[in-house]
Nanobody
Framework: QVQLVESGGGLVQPGGSLRLSCVASGFTFSRYAMRWYRQAPGKERESVAFISKFGGRNYSDFVKGRFTISRDNAKNTVYLQMNSLKPEDTAVYYC??????WGQGTQVTVSS
C-alpha cells in the first residue's frame, strides 16, 4: 500500500534551519508530483511547495527565498530544506503525493 513517512522535524531557534524528508513507497514515485503542506494550530492546512515529476518547482509567497523543495527519485524521497526559519513557520508539515495520499506529518517548532 501507499506510504509516505516524514521525518526531520524538531525544535529550532529563529533563524535556524531544518531539512524535512518524506520517503514514499507503494507507488512509482518518479511518475508523480509531490507537495509539502503545513498546518498551524487553529489554522487551515496550506500549501508550502510543489515539485513536478520533471523537477519543476513552485513555492508559496511566504516561503520563497527561504525554503527549497527537491526530490531524489532513486531514493523515492522528497525533501524540504527550510532556512531562516521564523516563529510563524511553526506547524505540522505534511508531504502529499498527487495521486491522493498524505503522510502522517512531522512537527516543526520555531522558538527561542
Amino acid at each position: 500500500q501507499v506510504q509516505l513517512v516524514e521525518s526531520g522535524g524538531g525544535l529550532v531557534q529563529p533563524g535556524g534551519s531544518l531539512r524535512l524528508s518524506c520517503v514514499a513507497s507503494g507507488f512509482t514515485f518518479s511518475r508523480y508530483a509531490m507537495r509539502w503542506y503545513r498546518q498551524a494550530p487553529g489554522k487551515e492546512r496550506e500549501s508550502v511547495a510543489f515539485i513536478s515529476k520533471f523537477g519543476g518547482r513552485n513555492y508559496s509567497d511566504f516561503v520563497k527565498g527561504r525554503f527549497t523543495i527537491s526530490r531524489d527519485n532513486a531514493k523515492n524521497t522528497v525533501y524540504l530544506q527550510m532556512n531562516s526559519l521564523k516563529p510563524e513557520d511553526t506547524a505540522v508539515y505534511y508531504c502529499y503525493a498527487e495521486l491522493g495520499y498524505w503522510g502522517q506529518g512531522t512537527q516543526v517548532t520555531v522558538s527561542s
